[in-house]
């Protein structure tokens, strides 16, 4: 384990320290693992606002009369489809063999300027892959921004409580757009948590007078437990865990981020990708006992083996969920069994998400 001393603090550091966070290490950070009640964290997002701090993600701001075309080359998804500036995609890095090096989200901020976010523990290793494959493009990781994730059903107004001088720019956001505002403050209508809300990019000094008004105006601080039952239950994927380098993107659940339909467009990867089959797909499990699956846990089929990539307690089903790499045959209504300390488990072969907007999907 990395040794404390040796953690990278985000600008918030402070601030959760006077909340009485738990703090944790990750991917090299020192980060708010609760507060308190994970439980209620989780709770929070899915019927009012939580607010997060993802400081240790980081912002890479391509640029450059090239920037457009690099990105079509350097990514799986193609930045082409966005039509208007502010627009985002969410997008996969993949290697010359097709296997995932991260997963990403790339706004274009207009003309030749883009702004992507990586993931913390990913970030110099796509720095170099960026500026190795693409010289001619200028990468600069903006580690002067901090990062605040408002998420929940009341988010968008409890930013425009703390922030009321922001809600002309922001209110018109759509799904997967962003504004740029004054003071190099950036808003985007994304999220990790299946629920609506808004991230927002700002002056790292101005990081915690936003955090403390965002508490003020209703919003529940919460930490990294959190975001993972939310994100798991909301079906989306956890670089590291449910892919890396060795998958593709087929084969950890976002196959639907790669665009073949430009024959012309050569991405790296492509030709990978078009000459390989996936081996295993990733579909949701429900357990129907009590017991908490983990990383790298043993699944059997009908149609043979498999393994748990992510596993945790469901707070708003009431019950365990997990993904898992599946044979190819399997589907959703299908009986699986996780290996569980020794003992085979029953469960039920699912198709994520397993929440909506704070429902159960059935």
């Known amino acids: 384990m990395t040794p404390e001393t040796a953690l990278r603090r985000t600008p918030l550091f402070e601030a959760h320290r006077a909340l009485g966070a738990r703090m944790t290490a990750f991917a090299g950070w020192q ?31 391509a640029e450059g009369r090239e920037a457009r075309a690099a990105l079509r080359r350097l990514l799986a998804n193609d930045v082409a489809k966005l039509a208007a500036p502010g627009r985002a995609l969410y997008a996969c890095l993949l290697d010359e063999r097709g296997g995932m090096l991260d997963d990403l989200v790339v706004t274009w901020l207009g003309g030749e300027r883009y702004r992507l976010v990586v993931n913390a523990a990913t970030c110099e290793r796509d720095l170099d892959w960026f500026r190795k494959s693409a010289p001619e493009v200028a990468f600069a990781a903006r580690r002067d921004l901090a990062m605040l994730a408002l998420q929940g059903p009341a988010a ?73 039952t939310l994100r798991l239950e909301a079906g989306m994927i956890l670089y590291g865990q449910d892919a890396d380098e060795t998958v593709t993107p087929f084969e950890a659940g976002v196959g639907w981020t790669v665009d073949l339909s430009d024959s012309a ?98």
């Open 31 to 61: 980060m708010p693992l609760h507060y308190g009640s994970q439980l209620e964290e989780h709770r929070a997002v899915r019927t009012s606002a939580g607010v997060f701090d993802i400081s240790h993600m980081c912002a890479v701001d």
């Open 156 to 228: 968008r107004e409890t930013l425009w409580r703390a922030r009321g001088a922001w809600r002309a720019a922001t209110e018109a956001l759509t799904r997967f757009s962003a504004a740029e505002l004054s003071g190099d403050v950036f808003v985007s209508r994304t999220g990790y948590t299946g629920e609506d809300g808004f991230e927002v990019m700002l002056p790292a000094p101005q990081a915690a007078a936003l955090w403390n008004d965002l508490v003020a105006a209703g919003a529940v601080p919460c930490g990294l437990a959190a975001r993972d």
């Open 265 to 362: 467009r050569e991405f790296i990867g492509r030709r990978a990708l078009e000459a390989r089959s996936a081996r295993f797909q990733l579909l949701g499990l429900r357990l129907e006992e009590r017991a908490v699956p983990r990383s790298g846990m043993n699944v059997r089929t009908a149609h043979g083996a498999g393994e748990v990539t992510s596993g945790t307690f469901s707070p708003t089903l009431g019950v365990t969920i997990a993904l898992a790499r599946l044979p190819l045959a399997a589907a959703p209504g299908d009986a699986a069994e996780i290996e569980v300390r020794g003992r085979w488990l029953s469960a039920r072969v699912v198709k994520p998400p397993f929440v909506r907007h704070g429902k159960e999907v059935r």
